[in-house]
């Protein structure tokens, strides 16, 4: 933390004002990419359903390159290596994940009008947050193996379009396909 503060011209406190916990600094991008998801549920258009909306937003995301679905040469080999290397990072990154599924079963709930508890939005949630999870592994995989952008988007989208489908069959009947 000293280093970051150092490095940025700031005080320790002012690096801890913007970031609750050292692991945090590690994953930045989440915010951002929260905000996205919810922007996708509350902007999707007219007749189209939650989940589909969600998939639609996989695809806009890859194609506007948003900065948590990019591939770099050294960055994504230490990206990986660095959180399995941690503990803390695992943990860290398990809570996000726990934290992103909550927020998506209030926002999925919401966009139907259903009021919470609902267990179909918290399955719904636990369902897309399980699918993008394995996606976006795989697809740091593919891109390890030879440095290829293409086949790391396709990986990442070919899964979250095969998961979405195996949500949207879990749903059949709900509000939310």
Same mark, same amino acid.
């Given at each position: 933390?000293? +280093? *970051?503060?150092?490095?940025?011209?700031?005080?320790?406190?002012?690096?801890?004002? %913007?970031?609750?916990?050292?692991?945090?600094?590690?994953?930045?991008?989440?915010?951002? #990419?929260?905000?996205?998801?919810?922007?996708? =549920?509350?902007?999707?258009?007219?007749? !189209?359903? @939650?989940?589909?909306?969600?998939?639609?937003?996989?695809?806009?995301?890859?194609?506007?390159?948003? @900065?948590?679905? &990019?591939? %770099?040469?050294? #960055?994504?080999?230490?990206?990986?290596?660095? *959180?399995?290397?941690?503990?803390?990072?695992?943990?860290?990154?398990?809570?996000?994940?726990?934290?992103l599924t909550?927020?998506?079963?209030?926002?999925?709930?919401?966009?139907?009008?259903?009021?919470?508890?609902? @267990?179909?939005?918290?399955?719904?949630?636990?369902l897309l947050?399980? !699918?993008?999870?394995?996606?976006? *592994? +795989?697809? %740091?995989?593919?891109?390890?193996?030879?440095?290829?952008?293409?086949?790391?988007?396709?990986?990442?989208?070919? =899964? *979250?379009? &095969?998961?979405?489908? #195996?949500?949207?069959?879990? =749903?059949?009947?709900? @509000?939310?396909?």
């Amino acid at each position: 933390m000293d +280093e *970051i503060a150092e490095a940025a011209d700031v005080s320790r406190m002012t690096v801890f004002n %913007h970031f609750s916990r050292k692991e945090d600094l590690f994953f930045d991008l989440d915010e951002e #990419g929260r905000e996205d998801v919810l922007a996708a =549920l509350r902007e999707r258009k007219p007749g !189209t359903p @939650p989940v589909e909306a969600l998939r639609l937003f996989a695809h806009w995301a890859v194609a506007n390159q948003r @900065p948590y679905v &990019r591939f %770099h040469e050294a #960055g994504t080999n230490k990206f990986l290596a660095t *959180i399995q290397a941690s503990e803390a990072l695992k943990a860290r990154a398990r809570a996000i994940r726990d934290e992103l599924t909550d927020t998506l079963t209030v926002a999925l709930a919401k966009s139907v009008d259903r009021s919470l508890p609902d @267990p179909v939005a918290s399955l719904a949630a636990s369902l897309l947050v399980a !699918t993008w999870t394995v996606a976006l *592994i +795989e697809a %740091h995989r593919a891109f390890q193996l030879d440095q290829d952008l293409g086949k790391a988007n396709a990986a990442l989208l070919g =899964l *979250i379009d &095969r998961g979405t489908k #195996g949500v949207q069959s879990a =749903l059949e009947g709900t @509000p939310y396909i």
